[in-house]
């Protein structure tokens, strides 16, 4: 898994090998979990030591919740920096760190132990390995889009950008001039995606539940459209703008264009 996560982001995706950092399991003696040595052998033969950072169980140790299947994890981290600041800070001391540009875009999870309840309602202890271990490996699709497509955040990806576009034209506002304003249209965007599916998925606008949520979301468009100067009636467009990005990807959207 490690060694295909690595292709796939270096020689199919093409990404700078120099700007990417992987993480691994340190191991917590509190849990009697050792270091995952596995995983970091298996990462020195695909780079430099220096390039392989020691996490803790805060940060590579994945669990679902409380209880259930759980294990130590190892992400790749890719530093978005210009070369002028990287040559400044390493990117490996900014890894963990919510730095906007050194993110996380992969992580590869073993599941191998299983946790349990134990005497107490905050007492969840290791109740041993799992008879049937797997690895869950995961992606960012949107953090990905953003780094092949170059741009500062996912918001302004190729399909997003379409709905941004169309709030922008609407209200005859520059996205990027201001940055109150740049934050309203990110809401307007994300929340008119989220609204269009939930309408394709079925979910009305209601006053309970999902329904509710719907609803939520949909005056936080029409609300932040109006701040923003819109004085006509905007979701239509909106809409519309939203299945024109995400329907070649979801038929679905195309189908139901009529009754969303």
Same mark, same amino acid.
């Given at each position: 898994?490690?060694?295909?996560?690595?292709?796939?982001?270096?020689?199919?995706?093409?990404?700078?090998?120099?700007?990417?950092?992987?993480?691994?399991?340190?191991?917590?003696?509190?849990?009697?979990?050792?270091?995952?040595?596995?995983?970091?052998?298996?990462?020195?033969?695909?780079?430099?030591?220096?390039?392989?950072?020691?996490?803790?169980?805060?940060?590579?140790?994945?669990?679902?919740?409380?209880?259930?299947?759980?294990?130590?994890?190892?992400?790749?981290?890719?530093?978005?920096?210009?070369?002028?600041?990287?040559?400044?800070?390493?990117?490996?001391?900014?890894?963990?760190?919510?730095?906007?540009?050194?993110?996380?875009?992969?992580?590869?999870?073993?599941?191998?132990?299983?946790?349990?309840?134990?005497?107490?309602?905050?007492?969840?202890?290791?109740?041993?390995?799992?008879?049937?271990?797997?690895?869950?490996?995961?992606?960012?699709?949107? %953090?990905? *889009? &953003?780094? $092949?497509? #170059?741009?500062?955040? /996912?918001?302004?990806?190729?399909?997003?950008?379409?709905? +941004?576009?169309?709030?922008?034209?609407?209200?005859?506002?520059?996205?990027?001039?201001?940055?109150?304003?740049?934050?309203?249209?990110?809401?307007?965007?994300?929340?008119? %995606?989220? *609204? &269009?599916? $939930?309408? #394709?998925?079925?979910? /009305?606008?209601?006053?309970?539940?999902?329904?509710?949520? +719907?609803?939520?979301?949909?005056?936080?468009?029409?609300?932040?459209?109006?701040?923003?100067?819109?004085?006509?009636?905007?979701?239509?467009?909106?809409?519309?703008?939203?299945?024109? *990005?995400?329907?070649?990807?979801?038929?679905?959207?195309?189908?139901?264009?009529?009754?969303?």
């Amino acid at each position: 898994a490690i060694a295909w996560s690595w292709e796939l982001l270096t020689e199919v995706y093409k990404i700078d090998k120099d700007r990417l950092y992987v993480s691994v399991f340190e191991g917590d003696e509190s849990e009697g979990l050792p270091m995952s040595t596995i995983a970091f052998e298996a990462w020195k033969k695909l780079v430099p030591e220096d390039k392989i950072i020691f996490g803790n169980k805060k940060d590579n140790f994945w669990e679902m919740g409380d209880t259930g299947p759980c294990g130590p994890c190892s992400e790749i981290h890719v530093d978005c920096r210009s070369d002028e600041e990287r040559k400044l800070i390493p990117g490996r001391d900014l890894v963990n760190k919510d730095h906007p540009q050194v993110i996380e875009i992969w992580n590869n999870v073993f599941m191998q132990y299983n946790r349990g309840e134990g005497g107490s309602k905050d007492d969840f202890p290791l109740n041993g390995e799992l008879p049937a271990k797997n690895i869950d490996t995961g992606m960012g699709l949107e %953090r990905m *889009a &953003a780094i $092949l497509q #170059g741009v500062d955040n /996912i918001y302004e990806i190729d399909t997003t950008k379409i709905i +941004l576009d169309k709030a922008t034209e609407i209200v005859n506002v520059k996205y990027g001039a201001d940055n109150s304003a740049d934050v309203r249209l990110r809401v307007v965007a994300d929340h008119t %995606r989220t *609204a &269009a599916f $939930l309408i #394709g998925d079925g979910v /009305i606008p209601g006053n309970e539940g999902r329904g509710y949520v +719907l609803r939520r979301m949909m005056r936080r468009v029409i609300r932040n459209m109006r701040i923003l100067g819109a004085e006509n009636p905007v979701m239509k467009d909106l809409i519309e703008a939203t299945i024109k *990005a995400m329907g070649p990807q979801y038929p679905e959207l195309n189908t139901d264009k009529k009754r969303i």
